[in-house]
């Protein structure tokens, strides 16, 4: 559903922490691809597989990360709540969503038009030198929080789990 | 001084006057441990459980929050464990412990009843006082809740001396979670920000799921006046600590408790020897700015 509320999207960006830093006449640059939308809660953000034509920046609300598998159905890895952004495969080819996600709650976000971006990184150099960095730290800190995750740090020590103690 | 210490020339004891071998005394020898009854035994989790204990001479043992026992199961062993319970209620010492070992599993064993020997309070304790008038954040992930609960419970009863209170805490399933009732109750309370986020979901939990740092990067202090207490598996800490830092936090008001094996829990023996300090003594608690740089440090 596309919102209603008219606010200026270049201050909902000035004031989200990932565009924190970024000069005026750039988030007018990235605004001009955007728009803003709110997902009632349950609703399908992204689905694993489909093309991925745009990314999506939170506003409020919360959004889960999740993977489907026929034997544990719908796994959430994951929730996005506001300050978060969500999905980067609108940067990589052959662009399709690696995961899916679903609003938990009613969301509210900004939705960037990814062939537009796109259009608009390649045409301005330094914009994509200002943006891609905060892809990146995004990326590692997922991939840090994902490694966390796999560790498994709060389940019984090794040496337990191998003398069934526990 | 030592009363055997080695005596004066000249004042050597009478030939008549043989040193009588004294029984040892538990209320002041360390090494001793005092009898405590268990008096009621919860379990917690699948393999974590709580034992509410009184000491068989009556005397209470009091306790800073973030201290530690050394528990002796008769025949079995002695292990450090932090105590979990109320600093103000120090009648009924608290403990909670995972069973993942020798000892720990013959604890898992025993019934409402039954003896433990008490060594303690021993180690450092978390600075509650250092934090008053700012905001404070306590970080736990695990079984890390259980050394942070005397701390969580002093706050609360002074709660007017502090700013924000944040509680921020990491399970490994909804099913994991750790005293479970009193996380709700502080859910509840509107003068508290107490949050659970779970490494995996199961059974429908609609709560937030991902790793505790992600509820640090969410904000919601601040953090000029922030001082912050963490506990779990080192692995976590580090993380943890790493996260409070990048978000303003000073070295120097970030808490943590660490673990390493214990034997005499006095400083003597040097089983707990973590770079230049015991964490018998030294700690468990140790400020982050004096052992940042040993953190990362693999030691295998
Ligand atoms: C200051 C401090 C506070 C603590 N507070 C708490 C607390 O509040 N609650 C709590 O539950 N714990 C706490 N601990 C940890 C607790 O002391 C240890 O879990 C306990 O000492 C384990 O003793 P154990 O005899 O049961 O296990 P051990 O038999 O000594 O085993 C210890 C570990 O080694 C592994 N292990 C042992 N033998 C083998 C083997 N043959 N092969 C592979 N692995 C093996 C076990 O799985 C286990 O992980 C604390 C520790 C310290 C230092
Ligand atoms: S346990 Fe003996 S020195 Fe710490």
């Known amino acids: 559903m596309t919102d209603t509320v008219k606010e200026p999207i270049e201050r909902l960006l000035h004031n989200h922490p990932f565009f924190a830093g970024m000069e005026e006449p750039m988030l007018e640059k990235l605004a001009a691809c955007a728009t803003t939308r709110t997902y009632k809660a349950g609703h399908r953000v992204l689905k694993e597989g489909a093309c991925a034509d745009h990314f999506t920046v939170l506003l409020s609300g919360c959004v889960a990360v999740e993977v489907a598998t026929p034997e544990q159905g719908v796994t959430p890895l994951q929730t996005l709540h506001a300050g978060d952004i969500l999905g980067w495969s609108w940067l990589v080819a052959p662009y399709r969503w690696t ?11 900004v939705i960037f038009d990814a062939p537009c971006l796109r259009r608009a990184l390649e045409a301005d150099h330094e914009l994509a030198y200002h943006l891609m960095p905060r892809f990146i730290g ?3 800190e997922r991939l840090h929080s994902a490694r966390l995750q796999m560790l498994d740090l ?3 020590p090794a ?3 191998e003398r069934g103690l526990a | 001084m030592s009363t055997l210490a080695t005596p004066l020339k000249g004042h050597a004891p009478p030939p008549e006057a043989p040193h009588p071998a004294a029984a040892p005394d538990p209320a002041t020898d360390p090494m001793v441990p005092r009898p405590f009854r268990i008096v009621r035994v919860k379990k917690e989790l699948s393999d974590t459980f709580t034992f509410d204990l009184v000491a068989q001479d009556g005397a209470p043992l009091g306790f800073r929050p973030g201290q530690f026992n050394m528990l002796y199961v008769f025949g079995v062993g002695e292990v450090p464990i932090s105590i979990s319970g109320d600093p103000a209620v120090p009648e009924v010492l608290v403990h909670t412990t995972r069973a993942v070992g020798t000892v720990t599993r013959a604890m898992w064993a025993m019934k409402a009843g039954a003896t433990i020997g008490i060594r303690g309070p021993f180690g450092s304790a978390w600075p509650v006082e250092t934090a008053r008038g700012g905001d404070v954040v ?3 992930g695990g079984i890390g809740l259980a050394p942070l609960r005397p701390l969580i419970h002093t706050l609360l009863n002074q709660r007017e001396s502090f700013n924000r209170v944040m509680i921020l805490y990491g399970a490994r399933t909804p099913e994991d979670i750790l005293y479970k009732t009193e996380v709700r109750a502080w859910r509840g309370r509107f003068d508290v920000s107490a949050q659970v986020t779970v490494d995996r979901a199961t059974g429908g939990w609609s709560g937030p799921v991902g790793v505790v740092t992600r509820l ?20 976590m800490m580090r993380a943890a600590c790493d996260a409070l830092t990048r978000k303003g936090v000073a070295r120097g008001k970030v808490w943590l408790s660490m673990e390493r094996n214990m034997k005499c829990a006095l400083g003597f023996c040097g089983h707990c020897q973590w770079g230049g300090a015991f964490v018998c003594k030294d700690g468990p608690v140790f400020n982050y700015a004096a052992v940042a740089d040993r953190l990362p440090v693999a030691e295998y």
């Open chain 1, 99 to 109: 995961f899916s996600a679903t609003a938990r709650e009613d969301t509210r976000a």
């Open chain 1, 138 to 140: 995004v990326m590692s």
């Open chain 1, 154 to 156: 709060y389940g019984p």
């Open chain 1, 159 to 161: 040496g337990a789990r």
């Open chain 2, 138 to 140: 306590v970080v736990a």
């Open chain 2, 216 to 235: 640090i990067n969410a904000g919601g202090f601040d953090a000029p006046s922030t001082t912050a207490f963490v506990c779990g598996p080192e692995v």
